[in-house]
């Protein structure tokens, strides 16, 4: 008898998005009780108070604007020119770094870690990241038979855990050619951590004395999905200028997103960009992804690109962006603010959060207090070692209403 079609390596465990699961329990429950007595965490997307998604006029109404052919004609495999000029220019701002820099489209975020996972490891590698992280992580990595393993992201004193990110940073590269890791800054998925300058120089340090070993390869991939949400735009971008002339085998990539900064989470748009002191390393990286793109999903999205681009070659246009992603930016910090204070106040742990869409909250039973909290309507994401919040989902009443209960639902299992 046939039991499976599917080839062995295509067959994974069947379970359902648990994110997807809980958000649509959140919702029946609103449809039950009442939008007012429900908060729906799960979500990791901006919502207004009223759970509708946010979606920006500034890019809407320049989408809507296109010629019909600026939609539907292919776009170039590696983006269109215009795009990735604009998108140097929107993520870098004042913060170039002084290298060789190649930007390849992709499909959203996630079509970058793909591309720089494919084409800078080899099977059986490890990839390196920290032990909160996001899990597509895996499923990206897994699927092509590479493993993901992880070092503590915090120490004692709740801040980068280098001590532990250099221990398996070593250990990795005592073993594999490569060392490719993923660091996910500013606004990390899920707690909210932002990697300080300080650290950065630290984490470049470390980098730089295992590159002397020319036989090695290091790959440092920065996930810059919120970073449109993660504070002051300068300061955030000040550690660009720390990937200049790094030592020929250290390429940084990152991974630019459209779907936070723009609202355009459908749209599937975004790029990797190589950042390289070597000109043909550059040029390798460009021919290796544009490989990739043509294997996979050939070209992207073109309206999304010209929605890009249209921004930010026109000032007033790119003001009128600013001005409003800014509203948006505010009431994000508002809502983590009320969060994070009420948190302080009654004495509910924390991971330490800087900026962006989430906050997380260590325990050791996360399934099951997520499953208490659901009695009281409220809808979190129960993580390996804790819960997530979407702050960008949660109204400012609700984000100062919801540490309370979480504190209550813990001490009821505790003194079960
Ligand atoms: N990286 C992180 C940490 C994310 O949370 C997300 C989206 O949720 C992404 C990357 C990629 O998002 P997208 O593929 O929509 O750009």
């Given at each position: 008898m046939v039991k499976?079609?599917?080839?062995?390596?295509a067959i994974w465990p069947r379970e359902n998005d648990i994110i997807f699961n809980l958000s649509e329990r959140a919702q029946r429950a609103e449809k039950v009780t009442g939008k007012d007595n429900v908060i729906n965490a799960t979500i990791g997307a901006l919502m207004d108070d009223d759970g509708k998604l946010i979606t920006m006029e500034s890019v809407y109404k320049e989408y809507k604007e296109l010629p019909n052919g600026e939609i539907g004609a292919y776009a170039s495999l590696a983006g269109q020119p215009d795009y990735i000029e604009s998108v140097k220019k929107i993520f870098f701002r004042e913060y170039m770094p002084d290298a060789h820099i190649r930007v390849v489209a992709s499909p959203g975020g996630s079509g970058a870690i793909k591309l720089a996972l494919w084409n800078y490891t080899n099977i059986g590698d490890e990839i390196l990241?920290?032990?909160?992280?996001?899990?597509?992580?895996?499923?990206?990595?897994?699927?092509?038979?590479?493993?993901?393993v992880t070092y503590k992201l915090f120490n004692e004193g709740n801040s980068f855990n280098l001590t532990s990110f250099k221990e398996n940073f070593l250990r990795i590269a005592?073993?594999?050619?490569?060392?490719?890791?993923?660091?996910?800054?500013?606004?990390?998925?899920?707690?909210?951590?932002?990697?300080?300058?300080?650290?950065?120089?630290?984490?470049?340090d470390l980098s730089k004395e295992v590159a002397k070993d020319e036989s090695k390869k290091i790959m440092i991939f920065v996930d810059a999905a919120y970073i449109d949400f993660a504070g002051d735009d300068k300061v955030i971008r000040k550690f660009f200028r720390k990937f200049s002339n790094l030592p020929e085998?250290?390429?940084?990539?990152?991974g630019f997103s459209m779907s936070k900064g723009f609202t355009a989470y459908g749209m599937r748009m975004g790029a990797?960009?190589?950042?390289?002191?070597?000109?043909?390393?550059?040029?390798?990286?460009?021919?290796s992804c544009v490989h990739s793109c043509r294997a996979n999903w050939s070209n992207c999205n073109r309206g999304a690109m010209a929605i890009l681009s249209n921004i930010v070659k026109d000032q007033e246009k790119f003001n009128l962006y600013e001005e409003e992603k800014k509203i948006y930016k505010e009431m994000l910090s508002v809502r983590a603010k009320a969060f994070v204070d009420e948190s302080e106040k009654i004495g509910l742990e924390i991971l330490p959060y800087k900026a962006g869409f989430f906050i997380s909250i260590p325990c050791d039973n996360p399934k099951e207090l997520c499953e208490e909290l659901t009695k009281d309507n409220v809808y979190t994401i129960p993580l390996k070692m804790g819960l997530r919040f979407a702050v960008c989902a949660v109204s400012e009443s609700k984000c100062k209403i919801a540490p309370k209960i979480i504190k209550n639902a813990m001490e009821y299992l505790e003194s079960k």
């Open positions: 499976s079609m599917a080839a062995k390596h990241t920290s032990d909160w992280f996001w899990s597509p992580y895996v499923s990206i990595a897994e699927e092509i038979d590479r493993k993901v005592d073993k594999q050619e490569r060392i490719f890791t993923i660091i996910n800054t500013p606004g990390h998925n899920p707690t909210g951590y932002s990697v300080s300058d300080d650290e950065w120089d630290e984490i470049l085998n250290i390429l940084v990539m990152v990797v960009i190589g950042i390289t002191s070597d000109e043909n390393i550059a040029e390798e990286f460009h021919y």
